[in-house]
């Protein structure tokens, strides 16, 4: 079965440091997603990206944040300088294109913690 | 507006009794109401979805109901199992138009069956 994977599975870091977060969605999908978790807490969206460019975002999507698709398969969400708050799961999601089922696929997190 | 209202926080069910969750939107331009179940260490993954031309929607054990008019949506887990022991997540977005991964989630609810 298609999956999305994100690596690394855990990162440390210290605070102020940028922090990259890598996912692979399902090759067919069209959209991909950035979505985190605050330990213990609901899930919540970030950002999606469609077409080469950011399709929303949210208000937790600032400046610090940034998304790109660097090549055909890795989607990547990059944290520039790291705050204690942006300790979290970092989820990366895909769908199909309007049209298909319109379900998300969620990859298995990204666990960052800034010391 | 956007916000999703998930109750209760936690369960407690025995083997074989039902399961019901609850959730409740303000905004109606929310078409898309998924669940997700999710498993300590994973990702959420899609369990059931309904959209709001039919108010109710069953698939196996699990059941959604809708109640478009006064904006709410459950979840019923006929016959718990231990297996379904999980955190189970509402939540609520617009299907079409492009946005459909923008979902708004519920905080979360805390199963557990007990043998």
Redesign the interface.
């Known amino acids: 079965e298609p999956e999305?994977t994100q690596t690394p599975s855990h990162q440390v870091t210290q605070m102020g440091q940028e922090v990259i977060l890598r996912c692979v969605p399902i090759s067919n999908h069209l959209?991909f997603?950035w979505y985190r978790q605050i330990l213990g807490?609901?899930?919540?969206?970030l950002v999606?990206f469609?077409n080469n460019e950011i399709?929303?975002k949210?208000e937790i999507f600032d400046d610090q944040f940034s998304v790109e698709r660097p090549d055909g398969s890795n989607f990547t969400l990059k944290i520039r300088s790291t705050k204690l708050e942006d300790s979290a799961m970092y989820?990366c999601?895909s769908?199909e294109a309007?049209g298909g089922t319109?379900?998300?696929?969620?990859?298995?997190?990204s666990r960052l913690t800034v010391l | 507006q956007q916000q999703v209202k998930q109750s209760p926080q936690s369960l407690i069910v025995q083997k074989g009794g039902i399961s019901i969750i609850n959730c409740a939107y303000e905004n109606t331009a929310f078409d898309y109401f998924p669940w997700y179940q999710q498993f300590p260490g994973k990702g959420p993954a899609l369990l059931i979805a309904i959209r709001p031309d039919v108010s109710e929607k069953k698939e196996g054990r699990f059941t959604i109901s809708f109640n478009k008019s006064a904006k709410q949506f459950s979840l019923h887990i006929m016959d718990s199992q231990p297996g379904d022991s999980a955190t189970y997540f509402c939540a609520a977005g617009t299907y079409y138009g492009g946005s459909q991964g923008n979902l708004i989630f519920g905080k979360g609810t805390k199963l557990s069956v007990k043998p």
């Open positions: 999305v959209y997603y807490q609901k899930v919540e969206f999606s469609y399709s929303e949210s989820f999601a769908s309007p319109g379900e998300l696929f969620f990859g298995e997190g």
